[in-house]
């Protein structure tokens, strides 16, 4: 039998299906290719949804050499020399690589000198957020842009041009969970379509169920996603509704999400979202993050649904997030303050040194007060503002005397 995924591979982007959004006529990606000024760029979403296809496409329309790698076997010597063959070129290559969110901070960090150069076009395909997965340096040279799981009517256009062209005969029944048992994704329907085929030249519904008993979840329906999914539950968490947050883990469970990344999520929602209503809440996202990197599934979900109960259930407050948000913005604008003389050295002769006053002791740590900081007085902020104002007090006094 025919490989039905490579035979039918889109080679144009007038014959891509899908994520219109990106490609529709007037959409900025589509103007990008076909001017020919598309920068580095990386394609994340559900596999099967056309991201390689399309990096070929592009290869193909500006006409460049083209390499095709991927991150868990790449090397940074094959790199180097692909990079070196084309150093004098006129023609730059095109270097595609799949599962970019494997590539470590080395190969990033390598990468970036020759895409600041433009030695040549790069372009990365990933099932994961590169938001997460990438550095900070990476994204701010290249261009994001996400894929959808591809809709039915999508899924059915391919799939009559190939019963037809392939003469295959497809019951209805058979033809329904094709569908829905693929999740979106192009790929995994030709291969099962091509298995039933090559089983038996009439498919019914009991034909492909016993080749795929189970859908592939992707724990969403064509309107969802993988973010959207992680956002609903973070919120939910958040809003301290923990069935409805167990519910949106359990999505992304099923799906197969890897239990180190709802458990880093769960990390930066302890700070970000509860802070110190519940300073005990850090640590213990903390210990669920490396408990389960070493356990790993299906017991890793138990971690996980012990701390998601405990997060969700904590006093919620964001009052360190917002306050260190304002003073880098702060930074970030201008305010560029010089170190007061006295902070200067431990023994400067003007510095007063706190815990001979008790623990504090008035004297000044910026040249010009700034105010960053406004706690909300939930949970135990309630206790370190009690905290702080007592040894203010202490310190005043001994001040005095």
Request: with cysteine.
């Amino acid at each position: 039998m025919k490989n039905l995924a490579l035979l039918y591979r889109p080679e144009t982007l007038e014959a891509f299906i899908g994520q219109s959004h990106l490609l529709g006529p007037s959409a900025p990606l589509r103007q990008l290719i076909e001017k020919e000024a598309l920068q580095h760029s990386f394609f994340y979403g559900p596999p099967g949804v056309g991201k390689t296809t399309l990096a070929r496409i592009v290869a193909k329309r500006f006409d460049r050499p083209f390499y095709e790698l991927n991150a868990t076997t790449l090397k940074v010597e094959e790199l180097r020399a692909i990079f070196k063959q084309y150093a004098n070129a006129l023609t730059k290559p095109l270097v595609f690589i799949d599962e970019v969110h494997r590539l470590s901070k080395t190969q990033q960090e390598v990468l970036l000198p020759f895409m600041e150069r433009y030695d040549a076009l790069i372009i990365g395909a990933s099932t994961e957020n590169p938001y997460f997965s990438l550095t900070a340096a990476m994204r701010s040279r290249s261009l994001l842009f996400e894929f959808r799981p591809l809709r039915r009517q999508e899924l059915e256009a391919m799939l009559d041009r190939v019963l037809e062209k392939e003469k295959i005969v497809l019951e209805e029944e058979a033809r329904d969970y094709l569908f829905d048992s693929s999740a979106g994704d192009m790929r995994a329907m030709l291969n099962l379509l091509e298995a039933a085929a090559g089983a038996s030249e009439r498919i019914d519904a009991a034909l492909l169920k016993s080749l795929r008993p189970a859908a592939l979840h992707d724990g969403a329906n064509s309107s969802d996603s993988h973010y959207n999914l992680i956002s609903a539950m973070i919120k939910s968490m958040r809003g301290s509704d923990i069935d409805a947050a167990l519910y949106w883990m359990a999505r992304l469970i099923v799906a197969g999400e890897p239990p180190e990344f709802l458990a880093r999520r769960m990390v930066i929602f302890a700070s970000e979202d509860i802070g110190n209503a519940n300073p005990n809440a850090l640590g213990i996202a903390v210990d669920t993050m490396n408990a389960v990197s070493r356990i790993g599934y299906p017991e890793a979900r138990i971690i996980l649904s012990q701390c998601l109960v405990y997060l969700t259930s904590s006093p919620k407050s964001n009052a360190a997030y917002k306050a260190v948000n304002r003073a880098v913005a702060a930074v970030e604008k201008g305010e560029l303050q010089p170190v007061p003389k006295h902070l200067r050295s431990p023994d400067h002769p003007g510095y007063l040194y706190p815990h001979d006053f008790g623990g504090w002791v008035e004297q000044p740590y910026l040249q010009n007060p700034l105010h960053f900081y406004e706690s909300g007085g939930i949970g135990y902020e309630k206790r370190l503002d009690e905290w702080i104002e007592k040894i203010r007090a202490i310190g005043a006094k001994k001040g005095e005397r």
